[in-house]
């Protein structure tokens, strides 16, 4: 079977089949690397196949790790006024 490489705006390579991305069944999660079912991926319509690039396991952890770090950037800012 054949599949492309493919990657998000965020920089995240992940693997669909060369025929059609969004009648796919199955979906690569490059942090779990592995396929996974496509229910396991929010939907995204930014992205070529519908779906976001991680599954929703590891978006929930990027978009955590995501606030953290907005969270201590905005303490630094007000440390600095
Ligand atoms: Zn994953």
Sequence with gaps: MKYLTLSDK???EYLVK????????????????????MSNFYKNSNHIDGRQGRCK?????????????LRDELA???GQK
């Excluded at 396991?57 to 770090?69: D, H, I, M, V």
């Design 18 to 37: 060369a025929t059609s991305a969004r009648s796919m069944t199955r979906k690569f999660c490059p942090k779990c690397e592995k396929f996974m079912l």
């Design 76 to 78: 630094a800012m007000r």
């Design 57 to 69: 396991k590891c978006s929930a952890k990027y978009q955590n790790a995501g606030r953290e770090r």
């Design 10 to 12: 965020d920089g995240n």
